[in-house]
């Protein structure tokens, strides 16, 4: 600890397993989209990733009912994993993703085992991206999502499946905090062949509409992101860097170049900037332009 | 409204006036490379620069020329509030311009133009827009609680027919908007046309209601109906998909984007019954 | 659903066990203290009750470094449990909370099991009390607390031990959100003879001092309360109202009347108001008033 | 200080001015009942109507008398910016008076005034009180970056003996409040007395060094020296805990809270080794 040393003159590279980004500075899965809708408003080829929005087998309509609602610094989504299907993803979204220079890093979901399967089967071989990142954190599904990853043997079976499956590219798990102890299922993970582990999904939350007396999603609960979290994914982040030898990949809250740079220090080998992208869609680039100014903040020690 | 162009920008606010107490018309200085917009179309304005509220505000394009950005802003609560207080060169954060489909040009048809309370914002861009073109058979019905809502002002020098409801009676006719839709359909003063409308949701629903009620001579009278919806937005530019609208589908009904397959939709194949948040 | 009732005209009295509170609106234990120190800030004899600060057998110093760090709408805070011990809690505080006309609600804590019988005999047969907050849920020490809180057969035995020691007071159980599932740990407490569940202590986080480079706590991690909270503590309290028989305390995040409401909506028979009492300690007054005015409003089904 | 009288009071903003650019000094409104305070107690505002930040933000007293109370904010952060923007007439929520103990009146002894900073303003408040309470027997030494940052001004027509330290040397003594304190006691221009000091936490600091360092005859010349210290608070009323500092003990030091065993302590007591947050 102690001093001021992020000025490194390093380069701003991060390799995790086979993939090597020209910077560790993603955008996380959901909030935008496919980065095509983003296409016109932020530089998306500076980035050093755009996870996509994370896809299944097949297309999936996503929840009925309010999906969005704000809290104090938080912001609570009940999407449903809304997507366009793996075929769909693969022939349109993939491609045009390639071409507007982004580097893609495939985000996967399913609905239980078979289904996973069958979007594994379809991924393998498949050219146009190198990086996948499991979501084995949705809290907004019935079946898969945050059910398979608070699970340390179902965490253990999927990535492994995925490394079998896939094998050659590099496979990211993405982990929910909404456990005891996160660190068990990133130590799953990283055991079941993982090259880094990304932390973390959204905290299971709720709200009332006081006026209407009455629920504000359909599905109860939905998914707390933005500011409000970012105390407890930083604690996540930490825990998890001081457990595995894989990389970390810190997500939560992100909302300043200081909010990034809190997670490098804590211990992660790369961000992703999720909700912020809504209200300040250039802090990204702000957290790059930093980063190769000064270099990557060393982590604590402790 | 295409995508091109589109941007988050750094701008400032040339004036902000109280229309009433809590409606403000902002003038925001159009920034250099924004876009030429239609009527329906939209920004999202960062109002603080902290993180309550969170999100970017969206708002209506009431007035677009090559200096000005013109908004109409209802204060309902921490978001408008905060814009209702920024003062003349205050910086601010446009994201825009927003919007997937917007208000069609009115072709040969003559056109019902049809407001509600800040409703009013893109209906008078619409009105001003259209007028500059040489569009002359316009028609409006424009409601608020009182005359004091009726910002008649905002439409300048326009003139084209105009029917005023208030509430309170305290300007032309008593009772809302579609009431006065309604009698006049029903007194054969409105043409033959299209209706544009945009509105509280109850009232926009209470005129589909109205215009399907029509029997007899008036059926068919009115051949479309578009309407700009409005929904809690995060992204404004449909990627995070969380502004869904149900459209009436053979079983369930389709979920659309406010933001990005709206917000002007046709308001005819809007799931009412099925739009419970 | 639906439809506005808040209106029911019904008193504001709560029982709780054996105990029977004017109206349910607490102030939660820690950030009043003894309620004291509050005295002439607010009128503290209009409160339902007043949670004192979690007192251990002996007294506690509490955590050295940092205490308290802001984060956006929230609080995280590494008090350690610094209190009096209970017999300068039994001969001070609580005769002077009720003679300031105070309905104490004594929370207890312990390091560890020995320490927790020796301080439930102790209180065992003093008066001046009729309700006991058992205090599983602390997450800023390292023996008892949370450790105990989240093993549900550690509540269980905590709980039952306190219901045979304390027999005829109401117990209270106060859990912790930082687990996979609250309501085993609630069933748990129920089962044990717990009169009542409050839920919820704080979040497990961290921040780091970017510009220093080092950590803010040094106990590294702290507990996080306020607003930003509030989603994740309104979700818990949701599911355990729909587990238990008995009733449910709400805490975490209340920062508005409208807050309160919905804890209630949600299925809380009372609430505590913690962090808000820093920035509007007139808020639990208010809370009082509207129910007072428009009744208590029913929760909501679902 | 007692706490009697004590209380969150809803008052207002009588003036704002910037002394200079990020330094204001803010008069408000002094509420009925908010009882007469002591040279180092302090109020704690509510900066914002929202939750970002979260928190009061204390401010230690200027001046008070009955119809004012003022403060003086340096803007470092987000509280203290809202704070710089209030208006005359805007409400104001202050939590008050605060602090548990505060500077002692002077008896016959000299009162040495050292202030670095902002660190002025319970030092202004004990000089503006004291003087007028009739006590002349006192000297003021103060220091800031540049002679911006010397607020003259508020000190009004208070003559003592003053000092005046600037880093940059653009008034006075160049260089920092504790080389001029070392620099005057060494040339045997300051009284035999007690120091009372307020300043970032280096300055206090490194006060006491110099205090302690000085051998000779200079040595027991200030019997005590008083600080007031700042941590950041939640209650500001010893309730929380939050506020610590810590003060050498026999083994491990004890830990006092700030709010309410302070503001002001004896500066020899402080363990500053041990003070790492
Ligand atoms: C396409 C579009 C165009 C709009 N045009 C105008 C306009 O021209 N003039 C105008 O005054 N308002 C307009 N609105 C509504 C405006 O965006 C909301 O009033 C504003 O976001 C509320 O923010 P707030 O923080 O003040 O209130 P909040 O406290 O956030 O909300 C107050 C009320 O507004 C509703 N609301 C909250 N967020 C949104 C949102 N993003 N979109 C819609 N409703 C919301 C809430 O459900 C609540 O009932 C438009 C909305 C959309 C989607
Ligand atoms: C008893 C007391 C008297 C004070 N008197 C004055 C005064 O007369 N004039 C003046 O300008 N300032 C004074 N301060 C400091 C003032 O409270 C802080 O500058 C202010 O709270 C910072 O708030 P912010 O949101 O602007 O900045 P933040 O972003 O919150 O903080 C900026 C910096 O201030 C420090 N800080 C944050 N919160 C506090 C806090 N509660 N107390 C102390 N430091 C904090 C942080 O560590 C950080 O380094 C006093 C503090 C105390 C405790
Ligand atoms: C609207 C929205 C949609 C999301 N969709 C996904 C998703 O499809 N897959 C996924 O792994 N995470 C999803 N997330 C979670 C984010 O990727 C991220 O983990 C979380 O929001 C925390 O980061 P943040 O606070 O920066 O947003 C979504 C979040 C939001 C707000
Ligand atoms: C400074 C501080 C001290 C606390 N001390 C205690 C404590 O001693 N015992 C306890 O059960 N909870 C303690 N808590 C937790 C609160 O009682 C409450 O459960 C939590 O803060 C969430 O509610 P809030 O968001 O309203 O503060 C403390 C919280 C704070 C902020
Ligand atoms: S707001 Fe994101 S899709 Fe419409
Ligand atoms: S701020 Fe709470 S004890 Fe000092």
Same mark, same amino acid.
């Given at each position: 600890?102690?001093?001021?040393?992020?000025?490194?003159?390093?380069?701003?590279?991060?390799?995790?397993?086979?993939?090597?980004?020209?910077?560790?500075?993603?955008?996380?899965?959901?909030?935008?989209?496919?980065?095509?809708?983003?296409?016109?408003?932020?530089?998306?080829?500076?980035?050093?990733?755009?996870?996509?929005?994370?896809?299944?087998?097949?297309?999936?309509?996503?929840?009925?009912?309010?999906?969005?609602?704000?809290?104090?610094?938080?912001?609570?989504?009940?999407?449903?994993?809304?997507?366009?299907?793996?075929?769909?993803?693969?022939?349109?979204?993939?491609?045009?993703?390639?071409?507007?220079?982004?580097?893609?890093?495939?985000?996967?979901?399913?609905?239980?085992?078979?289904?996973?399967?069958?979007?594994?089967?379809?991924?393998?071989?498949?050219?146009?991206?190198?990086?996948?990142?499991?979501?084995?954190?949705?809290?907004?599904?019935?079946?898969?999502?945050?059910?398979?990853?608070?699970?340390?043997?179902?965490?253990?079976?999927?990535?492994?499946?995925?490394?079998?499956?896939?094998?050659?590219?590099?496979?990211?798990?993405?982990?929910?905090?909404?456990?005891?102890?996160?660190?068990?299922?990133?130590?799953?993970?990283?055991?079941?062949?993982?090259?880094?582990?990304?932390?973390?999904?959204?905290?299971?939350?709720?709200?009332?509409?006081?006026?209407?007396?009455?629920?504000?999603?359909?599905?109860?609960?939905?998914?707390?992101?933005?500011?409000?979290?970012?105390?407890?994914?930083?604690?996540?982040?930490?825990?998890?860097?001081?457990?595995?030898?894989?990389?970390?990949?810190?997500?939560?809250?992100?909302?300043?170049?200081?909010?990034?740079?809190?997670?490098?220090?804590?211990?992660?080998?790369?961000?992703?900037?999720?909700?912020?992208?809504?209200?300040?869609?250039?802090?990204?680039?702000?957290?790059?332009?930093?980063?190769?100014?000064?270099?990557?903040?060393?982590?604590?020690?402790? | 409204?295409?995508?091109?162009?589109?941007? %988050?920008?750094?701008?400032?606010?040339?004036?902000?006036?109280?229309?009433?107490?809590?409606?403000?018309?902002?003038?925001?200085?159009?920034?250099?490379?924004?876009?030429?917009?239609?009527?329906?179309?939209?920004?999202?304005?960062?109002?603080?620069? /902290?993180?309550?509220?969170?999100?970017?505000?969206?708002?209506?394009?009431?007035?677009?020329?090559?200096?000005?950005?013109? %908004?109409?802003?209802?204060?309902?609560?921490?978001?408008?509030?905060?814009?209702?207080?920024?003062?003349?060169?205050?910086?601010?954060?446009?994201?825009?311009?927003?919007?997937?489909?917007?208000?069609?040009?009115?072709?040969? @048809?003559?056109?019902?133009?049809?407001?509600?309370?800040?409703?009013?914002?893109?209906?008078?861009?619409?009105?001003?827009?259209?007028?500059?073109?040489?569009?002359? /058979?316009?028609?409006?019905?424009?409601?608020?609680?009182?005359?004091?809502?009726?910002?008649?002002?905002?439409?300048?020098?326009?003139? %084209?027919?105009?029917?005023?409801?208030?509430?309170?009676?305290?300007?032309?006719?008593?009772?809302?908007?579609?009431?006065?839709?309604?009698?006049?359909?029903?007194?054969?003063?409105?043409?033959?046309?299209?209706?544009?409308?945009?509105?509280? @949701?109850?009232?926009? @629903?209470?005129?589909?209601?109205?215009?399907?009620?029509?029997?007899?001579?008036?059926?068919? @009278?009115?051949?479309?109906?578009?309407?700009?919806?409005?929904?809690?937005?995060?992204?404004?530019?449909?990627?995070?998909?969380?502004?869904?609208?149900?459209?009436?589908?053979?079983?369930?009904?389709?979920?659309?984007?406010?933001?990005?397959?709206?917000?002007?939709?046709?308001?005819?194949? %809007?799931?009412?019954?099925?739009?419970?948040?």
């Amino acid at each position: 600890m102690g001093g001021m040393d992020l000025v490194s003159g390093r380069g701003v590279e991060v390799t995790i397993g086979s993939a090597v980004f020209k910077n560790p500075v993603f955008l996380a899965s959901g909030p935008a989209g496919y980065g095509l809708e983003y296409e016109t408003v932020i530089d998306l080829a500076v980035l050093g990733g755009v996870v996509a929005k994370t896809i299944t087998y097949k297309p999936l309509v996503g929840n009925r009912g309010a999906r969005l609602r704000e809290t104090p610094s938080g912001l609570l989504n009940s999407i449903g994993l809304e997507n366009v299907g793996c075929e769909a993803f693969l022939s349109e979204k993939l491609p045009a993703m390639v071409e507007r220079g982004m580097r893609p890093i495939v985000s996967i979901g399913a609905e239980g085992w078979e289904d996973y399967e069958r979007l594994l089967e379809r991924l393998s071989g498949t050219e146009g991206f190198d990086a996948v990142e499991i979501n084995l954190s949705c809290p907004n599904v019935d079946i898969g999502g945050m059910a398979v990853g608070r699970d340390p043997e179902l965490v253990e079976k999927y990535v492994r499946r995925a490394s079998e499956v896939l094998g050659g590219k590099c496979i990211l798990a993405k982990l929910t905090p909404n456990v005891e102890d996160i660190v068990p299922l990133a130590l799953s993970a990283e055991g079941a062949g993982a090259d880094g582990i990304v932390a973390v999904n959204t905290i299971v939350g709720m709200d009332i509409d006081v006026r209407n007396r009455k629920l504000v999603f359909d599905r109860v609960t939905a998914g707390l992101s933005g500011p409000a979290i970012l105390p407890v994914a930083l604690a996540a982040v930490w825990k998890i860097a001081r457990s595995v030898e894989i990389p970390v990949v810190g997500v939560g809250g992100i909302s300043s170049v200081d909010d990034a740079l809190k997670f490098f220090m804590a211990g992660a080998a790369a961000v992703e900037v999720g909700t912020a992208i809504f209200y300040d869609p250039e802090l990204p680039v702000r957290i790059i332009e930093r980063l190769e100014k000064d270099g990557i903040p060393e982590r604590l020690s402790g | 409204m295409s995508s091109a162009g589109r941007g %988050i920008f750094l701008t400032e606010i040339l004036d902000n006036r109280a229309l009433y107490p809590d409606t403000h018309v902002i003038s925001i200085k159009r920034p250099a490379g924004f876009p030429d917009t239609e009527p329906g179309g939209f920004i999202s304005i960062r109002a603080v620069e /902290n993180t309550t509220p969170l999100l970017l505000r969206p708002f209506s394009i009431m007035w677009q020329d090559d200096e000005h950005i013109e %908004i109409l802003v209802k204060v309902v609560g921490p978001g408008s509030e905060a814009l209702s207080k920024k003062r003349t060169k205050e910086p601010v954060k446009i994201l825009g311009p927003l919007g997937g489909r917007t208000f069609p040009a009115p072709s040969q @048809r003559p056109v019902i133009l049809i407001a509600g309370g800040t409703g009013i914002a893109p209906i008078a861009y619409a009105i001003k827009k259209w007028s500059a073109a040489g569009v002359s /058979n316009a028609v409006l019905i424009y409601g608020a609680a009182s005359s004091v809502g009726i910002a008649r002002d905002i439409l300048d020098e326009v003139v %084209i027919e105009s029917h005023y409801a208030t509430l309170d009676g305290s300007l032309g006719f008593e009772g809302d908007a579609v009431e006065l839709f309604k009698s006049l359909a029903l007194d054969n003063s409105l043409p033959e046309g299209d209706i544009y409308s945009c509105g509280p @949701r109850g009232m926009v @629903r209470a005129l589909c209601d109205a215009v399907a009620g029509l029997g007899g001579m008036y059926k068919g @009278r009115f051949a479309h109906h578009y309407t700009s919806l409005e929904a809690v937005m995060a992204c404004g530019l449909g990627a995070c998909r969380g502004c869904t609208v149900p459209l009436k589908g053979d079983g369930e009904s389709a979920l659309k984007t406010v933001c990005s397959d709206g917000p002007v939709f046709d308001a005819e194949e %809007i799931d009412w019954e099925g739009w419970t948040w």
